[in-house]
T-cell receptor, first 112, second 114 residues
Framework: KQEVTQIPAALSVPEGENLVLNCSFTDSAIYNLQWFRQDPGKGLTSLLLIQSSQREQTSGRLNASLDKSSGRSTLYIAASQPGDSATYLCAVSPNSGYALNFGKGTSLLVTP | DAGVIQSPRHEVTEMGQEVTLRCKPISGHNSLFWYRQTMMRGLELLIYFNNNVPIDDSGMPEDRFSAKMPNASFSTLKIQPSEPRDSAVYFC????????????FGPGTRLLVL
């Protein structure tokens, strides 16, 4: 069974810092990997989707990388802002089946 | 587009009562997913529909849970009878395809069973 782990569980940084969130998965037979953002009391918003054949995706200040062979992905946030404060979730889609397997998330707090 | 719409946003009920959660997916999306989120277990897929047909219901915890999608614009998740351990946030998500495409999540229904 696919296990998705996110480290750290919580992170607090001052505004302006660059930061990296980590995601690891146990089964490298994935179809794609997604990073989501969840604000308190809200649903999930997709940030980046990386197909298994891709190495990275970028959107604005966000960059996500994927190393399928080692079962790792990172989400890099440049020049963090207080508005980036949220929980970030990593999810992998298996080669067979449809269930996205989610990590438990990293709770990020960016202080002014 | 209004995005994925879920109702109610909050539900408080007593153990043994029937609970019905509702979802309207984004127009044109042919895949619909029901998820449950708890602190202990995180986000888990309950059931997946494609073109209104249930494809994978292996995540449905037990017979007390049932889901329907009578048409492309409406789905329900029913719990009967409800139990305190069903307390969670239930999300509905939709996408244009099952796997290639991004899933768009609704705001969720926060369920508390007393």
């Amino acid at each position: 069974k696919q296990e998705v782990t996110q480290i750290p569980a919580a992170l607090s940084v001052p505004e302006g810092e660059n930061l990296v969130l980590n995601c690891s998965f146990t089964d490298s037979a994935i179809y794609n990997l997604q990073w989501f953002r969840q604000d308190p009391g809200k649903g999930l918003t997709s940030l980046l989707l990386i197909q298994s054949s891709q190495r990275e995706q970028t959107s604005g200040r966000l960059n996500a990388s994927l190393d399928k062979s080692s079962g790792r992905s990172t989400l890099y946030i440049a020049a963090s802002q207080p508005g980036d404060s949220a929980t970030y979730l990593c999810a992998v889609s298996p080669n067979s089946g449809y269930a996205l397997n989610f990590g438990k998330g990293t709770s990020l707090l960016v202080t002014p | 587009d209004a995005g994925v719409i879920q109702s109610p946003r909050h539900e408080v009920t007593e153990m043994g009562q029937e609970v019905t959660l509702r979802c309207k997916p984004i127009s044109g999306h042919n895949s619909l997913f029901w998820y449950r989120q708890t602190m202990m277990r995180g986000l888990e897929l309950l059931i997946y529909f494609n073109n209104n047909v249930p494809i994978d219901d292996s995540g449905m915890p037990e017979d007390r849970f049932s889901a329907k999608m009578p048409n492309a614009s409406f789905s329900t998740l029913k719990i009967q009878p409800s139990e305190p351990r069903d307390s969670a946030v239930y999300f509905c998500a939709s996408s244009q395809g099952a796997r290639m495409e991004t899933q768009y999540f609704g705001p969720g229904t926060r369920l508390l069973v007393l």
